[in-house]
């Protein structure tokens, strides 16, 4: 069996850094990915669903790098859990845990509002640069 996610959203604050016991790199960020519609009565509505994005080895290292808060990326990767939290409102939401299998930079560095991509990462390969 197999299962894939695949999120375009804005990254919520600098990714962070950090090492498993055994050296291997990991960097962590949260993603905000936007949903606006119109409703039956005309109104617009907006939805913010968030994920927790886990991303390994030398793309880790990339990904800390290269993302800050408010770069728009694509991840490509496996749902691993939900993890429910209380909002500042008093409601019950969830955070869903995503293990990436590559993220895809679509804002420069410095550039949070660009549609430009500046590079894809992947485990394997590190950063490739499209032309």
């Not at 016991?21 to 005309?42: C, I, K, Q």
Request: charged share 25%; net charge neutral.
């Amino acid at each position: 069996m197999y299962q894939q996610i695949t999120l375009i959203g804005r990254v919520a604050a600098k990714p962070e850094l950090r090492y498993t016991p055994s050296g291997v790199t990991v960097a962590s960020f949260s993603l905000a990915v936007n949903r606006t519609w119109t409703d039956s009565e005309g109104n617009k509505k907006d939805k913010t669903t968030w994920f927790r994005c886990s991303t390994w080895r030398q793309q880790a290292e990339v990904v800390e790098k290269y993302l800050d808060k408010g770069s728009k990326v694509m991840v490509i990767g496996e749902v691993e859990e939900a993890r429910p939290y209380t909002d500042r409102d008093g409601n019950q939401r969830a955070s869903l845990e995503v293990t990436t299998q590559k993220v895809v930079f679509l804002s420069n560095k410095g550039d949070s509002e660009s549609g430009n991509s500046a590079a894809n990462t992947t485990h394997d390969d590190g950063p490739e640069i499209p032309f």
